[in-house]
């Protein structure tokens, strides 16, 4: 039997290359055995959530011309993807999703704090997660990201998985933990320039009005900003978010409009000594960076973000500042943001409204 | 007249969208006036370097069924883009170059210290940089990237410019120039850790034997890092790099493996607590990150850096570490990486020998 490797690596089946095997995220295939690697942790799975742009992709796929959508063909090929492939991962899209379920067996070796009955949710991507489905999905109908399902799922030593919380609903818990790194990042950064700061930092949020935004804005104010500013796209969500008292100044600005950005943000009492760029659009690297102040910080947790833009952007601009890819994983972001939606009831309320819609 | 922005945003001539216009690398055609604005400057121009990239497009796309360059074709077409456009930005590739010229006006406001007769290069792209030719290029023969040529550009308020020094041949200068920001950045990372650790830091940097790479290694190692690893993917350049002192340590590995990677970086001392990645293929993510302990820091030059799978690599391996896009520009970068290529005879070597072939 292969040693097992923190990342996973003794599960992929393809073919070595060199000597050696790609990670699980770019496997082909994954061994799904139940039986675990001293480090792993196997997971009775209760739902999957198949990320928002597969699920998307699949639909398209199984849309005939007159515009109906196969469902029984979709969840066909969601079970054939996950029989083949060992994990839920859309070829086209290349994501996967979560999952919900029960610790049902925690290795000897194992470090992820999990205890056999623990509810989870699975942090990483079922991109990389060993999947078997027992129920032919049988209580799908193929409509929707949420996916009840029966069967189990393999942790390995190098994972993450939150432990969902009694007082709070799921499908929010779920909610906020998809967005969990940003404030997490955004708390540590703001606190190290408050840290060294005898004046007021002060923080942008590009797209404060939405999940990672409006955490990201209290998270900044908990970690010690002067002033936080939100910056949307519009009046009405303007409007909204100076409702919830999240941001000291709200603006309306295109994100994608360099100029304006940096404008809106400079009446508004910029520049920002750290921006966060929250908005899921192409194009927003250039304004981000006018609208930070010498020495600062773009945290970019847009998914848009393109790296040769903001390289290219900073240098053309001659700005010295600081970026950074927003990386989704902190040690303790889930609780860390459950704690921060407990704590501010306008957080809270913006998800549960999300949710309801 | 419209008020100058030190973004050059005054010479943009797109029409506004928004009541905002686009920035200059992003506008289609810029004013090239002579007439300054009080915070520009004004260069007489030498020479142009095209950015490789775009010269190898251009030559593509006038070369015949028969294998044969119209080097006359591909001259007209640089100069019918300058003409066009006021800048010199390949529509293809959407990359410009630098130039070399000499300072001929400097308005009253412009806070880039040069002088009325500076020999400089321009460290912003050619893409942002107002430019007239006035010679139709006679002294080039559309061969290669270098361009002689008579004409102006302008440089605006917020713009980069570097004295050429005098003790050093311009074509050494400007290669140094060209990838001055990799041990700026460096130095200022790596020094940050030092300054807060007990123990000494270990830098890891992929292709250490490029030319960004051997001047991140001098600069790792001026800043304090106590044991540095140089990555190169065959054994020749290992035994070159070996030869050259830069490194402590020198490994081979295929950058694109990322556990054949961690392994190497592990095994020559590391994890690192600074990871730099300066080779230029795509897929070297996932590697950079698992060589690097937590808490630590990578740092992307590599312009083939994918976003997401920076920040998903990340978080799918649990990875508590800052990454950094590789900004180009810090105050002072070109003085900086100039004076490590004169303290380390090792890294001119290396840059002359480049130049050499």
């Known amino acids: 039997m292969r040693a097992s490797d ?13 000597g050696h095997g790609v990670l699980p995220q770019a496997a082909q295939r994954l061994d799904t055995r139940p039986e675990l690697w001293p480090d792993e942790v196997r997971v009775r799975v209760e739902k999957l959530n198949l990320d928002a742009a597969s699920y998307r ?9 007159d515009g109906s ?14 029989a083949t492939r060992g994990k839920m991962q859309n070829s086209e899209t290349g994501s996967g999703g979560m999952l919900v379920g029960t610790v049902e067996e925690v290795g000897p070796d194992s470090h992820l704090g ?14 990389l ?32 998985a939150a432990v969902l919380p009694d007082d709070l609903p799921t499908d929010l818990s779920l909610s906020v933990m998809d967005v969990c790194g940003a404030p997490a990042l955004t708390a540590r950064v703001v606190g190290e320039y408050a840290a060294r700061s005898s004046y007021g930092v002060t923080v942008a949020v590009v797209g404060g009005g939405g999940k990672s935004g409006s955490l990201s804005l209290a998270a900044a104010r908990q970690a010690g900003a002067g002033r936080t500013i939100g910056v949307v796209p519009h009046e009405g969500e303007a409007t909204r978010l100076r409702a919830t008292g999240l941001a000291d100044e709200v603006v309306v600005a295109d994100a994608r ?11 508004a009492g910029g520049p920002a000594d750290v921006s966060v760029v929250c908005v899921d659009v192409p194009g927003c690297e250039g304004g981000a960076i006018l609208a930070t102040a010498d020495r600062g910080t773009v945290i970019f947790f847009s998914m848009a973000t393109s790296f040769s833009a903001a390289a290219l952007g900073a240098e053309g601009l001659a700005a010295d500042v600081t970026m950074l890819v927003g990386n989704g994983y902190l040690p303790g972001h889930a609780a860390y943001a459950l704690d921060l939606l407990r704590a501010e009831p306008a957080v809270r309320a913006l998800f549960e409204g999300r949710l309801a819609t």
Chains 1, 2 share one sequence.
């Open 6 to 18: 923190p990342t996973g690596l003794h599960r992929v089946l393809d073919d070595a290359k060199d």
């Open 257 to 267: 409009n360099p100029i304006g950005l940096r404008d809106a943000v400079a009446a």
């Open 69 to 82: 959508v196969d469902h029984a063909g979709l969840r066909a090929e969601v079970l054939e993807i996950v």
């Open 57 to 65: 992709q699949l639909e398209r796929t199984h849309t005939a011309s």
């Open 114 to 127: 999990l205890a056999v009955g623990d509810r989870v949710a699975t942090l990483v991507s079922l991109t």
């Open 129 to 160: 997660t060993p999947l078997v489905i027992e129920d032919r999905l049988a209580r799908w109908d193929g409509r929707g990201e949420q996916v009840p399902c029966a069967g189990y799922a393999v942790l390995f030593g190098r994972s993450i």
